[in-house]
Nanobody, 125 residues
Framework: QVHLVESGGGLVQAGGSLRLSCAAS????????MGWFRQAPGKEREFVAA????????YYADSVKGRFTISRDNAKNTMYLQMNSLRPEDTAAYSC??????????????????WGQGTQVTVSS
């Protein structure tokens, strides 16, 4: 299984931007479909975005559509989440995840096989 490590979280003011990275090792990264999830204190884990193995196809939660962009660089074994126009309600621990299912689109955590440890994003008002 692939090992995932997130980075790029931090504290930002509302309206600002952050770019999260998810570095993969120990597996063939291009075989995995990938996703980003987030979890705020006291809330369930929430789907954010997903990307196909090739990176050509993406899918977003309505809450982030138009503000966040998911991408990947298979040559660098890395996935990204560019977050613009951040809002206080985006505050959460963000985790990346990977799965090997042939059906690349997965919006529930149960579909994913591997998870990173998470990186905290805090948006101040």
């Amino acid at each position: 299984q692939v090992h995932l490590v997130e980075s790029g979280g931090g504290l930002v003011q509302a309206g600002g931007s952050l770019r999260l990275s998810c570095a993969a090792s120990g597996g063939t990264f291009s075989r995995y479909a990938m996703g980003w999830f987030r979890q705020a204190p006291g809330k369930e884990r929430e789907f954010v975005a997903a990307i196909s193995m090739s990176g050509i196809v993406t899918y977003y939660a309505d809450s982030v559509k138009g503000r966040f962009t998911i991408s990947r660089d298979n040559a660098k074994n890395t996935m990204y989440l560019q977050m613009n126009s951040l809002r206080p309600e985006d505050t959460a621990a963000y985790s990346c995840a990977a799965h090997l299912s042939r059906d690349w689109l997965a919006i529930t955590p149960e579909r994913y096989d591997c998870w990173g440890q998470g990186t905290q994003v805090t948006v101040s008002s």
